[in-house]
């Protein structure tokens, strides 16, 4: 669905962590993290990635549109990753390199050696570096703002006490039933290697559909998410 429709739903919408389909998703951050020189990323995905950003900004602006707080913690280990991504490129570039990175640093070397042999397909090569260190600081530079709206717009921080107290309950028996019968599964984040060992801590999935069930008792509720 367009940012356009889903600013014209009536009652509440929830978003979950879907809003992050296309970008940065897991698999691109394993990929930016796994090549060799920046300047083998690719421009259009950085792209990509930061158009997604700035819409999903969008979304937060409009006054139906809320998530919860576990969502934004989700999309905070994104953000640290890339923010880990980023400086580990920037110092492969700028020549240092600590232990893990040492045999991509030797690696670099022998590229930019070669490079050197023809000078104008070195310049290409840092010019190329340079864009996509820029794209990928703007990157997590605007998933740094959605972060930070989408902790804005929790909803659970306008719940009355009543509400809170519902809130609780509900979660606690989502909780309790997804683990007993194996029934929340995670599809966001397909990559073992890369996914962040707290992210089962978050239960995002029960509390939102929790927060759901009590904005129900007010109005329409429309909840966006692609988990199963």
Do not use: W
Request: charged share 30%; with cysteine.
């Amino acid at each position: 669905m367009e940012t356009e429709e889903i600013s014209k739903l009536s009652g509440f919408t929830l978003l979950d962590t879907c809003i992050l389909h296309g970008l940065p998703n897991f698999n691109l951050l394993e990929y930016l993290y796994d090549i060799i020189d920046v300047s083998e990323a690719s421009s259009e995905d950085l792209y990509s990635s930061i158009n997604t950003i700035r819409r999903s900004q969008l979304l937060f602006s409009y006054p139906n549109v809320f998530s919860i707080k576990e969502v934004s913690d989700e999309l905070n280990v994104g953000l640290k990753k890339l923010n880990e991504i980023l400086k580990f490129h920037k110092d492969l570039d700028e020549g240092k390199y600590c232990f893990r990175s040492k045999s991509k640093f030797s690696r670099i070397l022998l590229i930019r050696n070669e490079l050197s042999k023809c000078p104008e397909e070195l310049l290409e090569h840092n010019l190329t570096a340079y864009h996509n260190l820029g794209l990928l600081a703007t990157l997590c530079k605007d998933t740094s703002k959605l972060v930070k709206k989408v902790k804005e717009r929790d909803i659970t921080l306008s719940f009355s006490k009543p509400k809170k107290e519902l809130y609780q309950k509900l979660t606690d028996c989502l909780c309790y039933l997804s683990e007993k019968y194996n029934l929340c599964k995670d599809l966001s984040f397909k990559n073992e290697n890369i996914k962040h060992r707290h992210l089962c801590d978050f239960n995002t999935d029960q509390k939102i559909l929790s927060a759901a069930v009590v904005l129900a008792e007010e109005q329409d509720v429309n909840l966006f998410s692609d988990d199963h």
